[in-house]
């Protein structure tokens, strides 16, 4: 508790959380990967995933107000099979996030994020699956997709799995931003409440910490959104993928004791 309440880690925490806002508000997402992955590289992962959850509420609540009325009840109805099916994989998630062992879970998350960057990179050519149309907008496909992503962003912080599916639903890019914000500030606002009844908030001087960090988390957030339309996707991706690849390679390496 003494590392977390130094000023050299509350310096870096709030630097973390202002970098990823910016990262977030500039792609429509980021945050919760880039925030989680590197505040894991400096504390225990499990208290990353704790201390990020309300810095992510206060992150996607501000990009929620970017959709219109009519746009938050169109998507509440195309994409709700896919958000009340991640909320209960994510409470599943969060049960067993405390029995996770700390080494083989910055490899896995070190892993899960190289496999995202993978699969969003365009230099080199990847086997692709096709969307299949219409049938992934069914309720089958989203309850498949939701209950899975949701137990490992429960437990991980990672929803790149969500991200990529809603990726793939023809969204414009605003409209994608808002979107992906209104599941996750869904997903985060029952995570609040779930961490509190299971205990993960060791104390209520995290829970103050985490608190405080939603200021730096709105104000990167309105850095990104002030940037987006000035910056190409060509370069949103480079910086988004470029920052993800070092997150993931140094998790990795330091799984396994390299770094």
Same mark, same amino acid.
Do not use: K, W
């Given at each position: 508790?003494?590392?977390?309440? #130094?000023?050299?880690?509350?310096?870096?925490?709030?630097?973390?959380?202002?970098?990823?806002?910016?990262?977030?508000?500039?792609?429509?997402?980021?945050?919760?990967? +880039? $925030?989680?992955?590197?505040?894991?590289?400096?504390?225990? &992962?499990?208290?990353?995933?704790?201390?990020?959850?309300?810095?992510?509420?206060?992150?996607?609540?501000?990009?929620?107000?970017?959709?219109?009325?009519?746009?938050?009840?169109?998507?509440?109805? /195309?994409?709700?099979?896919?958000?009340?099916?991640?909320?209960?994989?994510?409470?599943?998630?969060?049960?067993?996030?405390?029995?996770? &062992?700390?080494? &083989?879970?910055?490899?896995?998350?070190?892993?899960?994020?190289?496999?995202?960057?993978?699969?969003?990179?365009?230099?080199?050519?990847?086997?692709?699956?096709?969307?299949?149309?219409?049938?992934?907008?069914? /309720? &089958?496909?989203?309850?498949?997709?939701?209950?899975?992503?949701?137990?490992?962003?429960?437990?991980?912080?990672?929803?790149?799995?969500?991200?990529?599916?809603? @990726?793939?639903?023809?969204?414009?890019?605003?409209?994608?931003?808002?979107?992906?914000?209104?599941?996750?500030?869904?997903?985060?606002?029952?995570?609040?409440?779930?961490?509190?009844?299971?205990?993960?908030?060791?104390?209520?001087?995290?829970?103050?910490?985490?608190?405080?960090? #939603?200021?730096?988390?709105? $104000?990167?957030?309105?850095?990104? #959104?002030?940037?987006?339309?000035?910056?190409?996707?060509?370069?949103? @991706? /480079?910086?988004?993928?470029?920052?993800?690849? +070092?997150?993931?390679?140094?998790? +990795?390496?330091?799984?396994?004791?390299?770094?």
């Amino acid at each position: 508790m003494t590392v977390l309440l #130094s000023v050299e880690f509350l310096g870096l925490f709030a630097l973390i959380v202002v970098v990823s806002g910016a990262v977030n508000g500039l792609s429509g997402f980021g945050f919760a990967v +880039v $925030g989680t992955m590197a505040l894991a590289t400096v504390v225990d &992962p499990a208290m990353a995933v704790v201390l990020m959850i309300i810095p992510m509420v206060a992150a996607n609540a501000m990009l929620v107000g970017e959709l219109s009325a009519d746009e938050l009840r169109t998507c509440g109805r /195309r994409f709700g099979p896919l958000v009340a099916s991640a909320l209960v994989g994510t409470v599943v998630g969060m049960i067993v996030l405390d029995a996770l &062992p700390d080494r &083989p879970l910055r490899i896995g998350l070190g892993l899960i994020t190289l496999g995202f960057v993978a699969s969003q990179q365009r230099a080199v050519l990847l086997p692709h699956i096709g969307t299949g149309g219409s049938t992934l907008d069914g /309720r &089958p496909a989203q309850i498949a997709v939701g209950s899975v992503s949701g137990v490992l962003f429960g437990a991980t912080n990672v929803g790149v799995q969500l991200v990529a599916y809603l @990726r793939s639903r023809d969204l414009s890019h605003g409209l994608f931003v808002g979107v992906v914000a209104l599941v996750f500030l869904g997903i985060n606002v029952l995570r609040v409440g779930a961490a509190g009844v299971l205990d993960l908030y060791p104390s209520l001087t995290v829970v103050g910490i985490s608190v405080l960090a #939603s200021v730096p988390a709105v $104000g990167g957030v309105a850095i990104g #959104s002030r940037l987006r339309s000035r910056v190409t996707t060509p370069v949103r @991706r /480079r910086v988004v993928l470029g920052l993800l690849t +070092v997150i993931g390679l140094r998790l +990795v390496l330091g799984g396994l004791g390299i770094a």
